[in-house]
């Protein structure tokens, strides 16, 4: 599926820990946007037709060897430009201004004077607190720009010249701790004229346009796996084209407690499409015996899983030409496509191989997660399914550090029906909080709005730790549980967790899981670290 026909803002990543969150902050106000490497040339910039540009952060200094820098010749190509943090030093030095180390960096909450009479920081209070985090600073604006805002170390917080539609800002507006960040976003797209049109039900009815235009009278399968992404893909995919769309449930062995008959029920209440399910945990196993890379492990999914759907394709779908998936903006991003370094190779991205027969339709390719949530409710899947967290295609491969044998993936699954249940019990969980009693719906729906769990699960490392229990020293395995918040799944915090849940979770595990003697908390936001371990 092409990109979407829309007004865009180009974000182009100058390696910045936040240049995903800038982006999705633009979507939020209706405006397409889409991040691109800083090598790209002026002339391929402008031949997207952006209405505008947004310059990110990054961890360098503009006058550092290796930095990352942009074509100067978009700065002159009459396309408005944001510059945000290291984006407004790179546009002040490319422009004649001057950009050195302050004695008195800035990091976190800081004072901010603006001037509420220029035309990005219109209307705002002149003292207000943003987020910094930065070393150097612009210290003499360009000829022709103006200053708008500083702080006590930071004389030059923010400048514009709105002849040329060039803006800048030392601080990151994309970012919560920056209570008005957002209104500088929305100012920098209402000066630009940028049309709000992107919304859940453009989206669906583009995509609908492009599937039927691409695939004709040819027949689909999508390869199901229980989630909201592939969920809203189908459904997106059977809005197009109807019973041309048949959906392959793989049980490749790799699952979440009783996740087959969960799926297997919730597809039958929301789906017309026919579903075929695939036992296949064998020859998913055999494929990863004696593997204890990660890369691997998710590589030799990924094939697998292409096999599997081609062998579908041919006894199930009358020789379906294409395959679905519900492959996300931030799968793409994160498996190193263009520019981009390889976090981790997503097995519906980076991890299929190239020889497979079937084509590739991916409805969902160009949208960020909490997107995908809102396409799903515009058409009308269940709150189960688009709340429902997040589950790795891999399964619980990548939950397992090392060897992925039966054993181990029996004491893993065994461990994460219990995160999850206590979770639901608490009212954590969104999509699966179902209190029993109407005394508890309160005190979950009170829980549900203070914490929203992301993800939550347990990993079973390749470590051993002694134990005693009944009296005599053992020799287990520990269980690590992992919950985070987080919006898109780009950034993430680890969920603080009341203490009473987190020691029901220890205490049944221990209890109830053979061989473990020991729960740990993962306390690691992402970044540094990713949502999964591996």
């Known amino acids: 599926m092409g990109i979407p026909a829309h007004d865009s803002v180009l974000v182009v990543d100058l390696g910045a820990q936040?240049?995903?969150?800038?982006?999705?902050?633009?979507?939020?106000?209706?405006?397409?946007?889409?991040?691109?490497?800083?090598?790209?040339?002026?002339?391929?910039?402008?031949?997207?037709?952006?209405?505008?540009?947004?310059?990110?952060?990054?961890?360098?200094?503009?006058?550092a060897d290796h930095a990352p820098r942009v074509d100067p010749g978009i700065f002159t190509a009459g396309v408005p430009i944001l510059g945000i943090c290291y984006g407004?030093?790179?546009?002040?030095?490319?422009?004649?201004?001057?950009?050195?180390?302050?004695?008195?960096?800035?990091?976190?909450?800081?004072?901010?004077?603006a001037q509420p009479d220029s035309a990005l920081?219109?209307?705002?209070?002149?003292?207000?607190?943003?987020?910094?985090?930065?070393?150097?600073?612009?210290?003499?604006?360009?000829?022709?720009?103006?200053?708008?805002?500083?702080?006590?170390?930071?004389?030059?917080a923010g400048f514009e010249d709105p002849h040329r539609h060039l803006y800048g800002?030392?601080?990151?507006?994309?970012?919560?701790?920056?209570?008005?960040?957002?209104?500088?976003?929305?100012?920098?797209?209402?000066?630009?004229?940028?049309?709000?049109?992107?919304?859940?039900?453009?989206?669906?009815?583009?995509?609908?346009?492009?599937?039927?235009?691409?695939?004709?009278?040819?027949?689909?399968?999508?390869?199901?796996?229980?989630?909201?992404d592939s969920a809203v893909a189908a459904a997106l995919v059977a809005e197009a084209v109807g019973d041309q769309l048949t959906c392959v449930f793989v049980d490749h062995g790799l699952l979440r407690h009783d996740e087959r008959r969960l799926v297997e029920d919730a597809f039958g209440a929301y789906s017309d499409s026919e579903l075929v399910v695939i036992k296949a945990a064998d020859r998913f196993l055999d494929r990863l015996a004696g593997v204890t890379d990660p890369e691997t492990k998710r590589k030799r999914i990924g094939t697998e899983f292409i096999r599997v759907f081609e062998e579908a394709a041919r006894d199930h779908a009358g020789d379906a030409r294409y395959l679905v998936q519900g492959t996300l903006y931030p799968d793409v991003i994160e498996s190193g496509h263009g520019t981009a370094s390889t976090i981790k190779s997503?097995?519906?991205?980076?991890?299929?191989?190239?020889?497979?027969?079937?084509?590739?339709?991916?409805?969902?390719?160009?949208?960020?997660?909490?997107?995908?949530r809102r396409v799903g409710e515009e058409l009308g899947l269940p709150p189960d399914i688009v709340w429902r967290q997040p589950f790795p295609g891999p399964g619980l491969a990548v939950r397992i550090i090392g060897e992925v044998t039966p054993a181990r993936l029996a004491t893993v699954r065994a461990a994460d029906h219990i995160v999850l249940d206590e979770l639901r019990r608490a009212g954590l969980d969104r999509a699966a909080a179902q209190p029993d009693a109407e005394t508890e719906l309160a005190t979950a729906t009170a829980a549900a709005e203070r914490l929203h769990v992301w993800q939550s699960f347990a990993v079973l490392p390749d470590v051993r730790s002694v134990g005693v229990q009944?009296?005599?020293?053992?020799?287990?395995?520990?269980?690590?549980?992992?919950?985070?918040?987080?919006?898109?799944?780009?950034?993430?915090?680890?969920?603080?967790l009341d203490w009473d849940v987190m020691e029901r979770i220890a205490n049944r595990i221990v209890?109830?899981?053979?061989?473990?003697?020991?729960?740990?908390?993962?306390?690691?936001?992402?970044?540094?670290?990713?949502?999964?371990?591996?």
């Open 88 to 113: 407004q030093q790179l546009m002040a030095a490319e422009l004649g201004g001057e950009v050195t180390r302050t004695d008195r960096p800035e990091y976190g909450r800081t004072a901010l004077t």
């Open 346 to 372: 997503h097995h519906n991205v980076g991890g299929l191989p190239d020889d497979m027969a079937l084509e590739l339709v991916e409805p969902l390719r160009w949208m960020f997660k909490d997107e995908v």
């Open 169 to 228: 800002v030392q601080y990151h507006p994309e970012v919560s701790h920056t209570p008005l960040g957002g209104v500088v976003l929305d100012t920098f797209l209402s000066l630009i004229g940028a049309r709000r049109t992107w919304t859940a039900h453009s989206m669906i009815a583009e995509q609908v346009e492009a599937i039927r235009a691409r695939v004709g009278d040819d027949r689909l399968i999508c390869g199901l796996s229980g989630g909201v």
């Open 511 to 534: 209890g109830e899981v053979d061989g473990i003697n020991r729960v740990a908390y993962d306390i690691t936001s992402k970044p540094p670290g990713t949502i999964e371990w591996e």
């Open 121 to 156: 920081l219109q209307a705002q209070p002149a003292e207000q607190t943003v987020w910094m985090s930065h070393r150097d600073a612009v210290t003499r604006a360009p000829d022709g720009f103006r200053v708008i805002a500083s702080t006590a170390a930071t004389p030059v």
């Open 470 to 496: 009944g009296d005599e020293r053992t020799y287990g395995h520990p269980i690590i549980v992992r919950a985070v918040t987080s919006e898109d799944a780009m950034t993430a915090d680890f969920a603080r």
């Open 18 to 63: 936040y240049a995903q969150l800038i982006a999705r902050r633009v979507r939020e106000r209706r405006v397409y946007s889409q991040i691109v490497p800083h090598d790209l040339s002026a002339a391929d910039i402008v031949a997207r037709r952006p209405v505008g540009i947004i310059l990110s952060g990054g961890p360098q200094s503009v006058y």
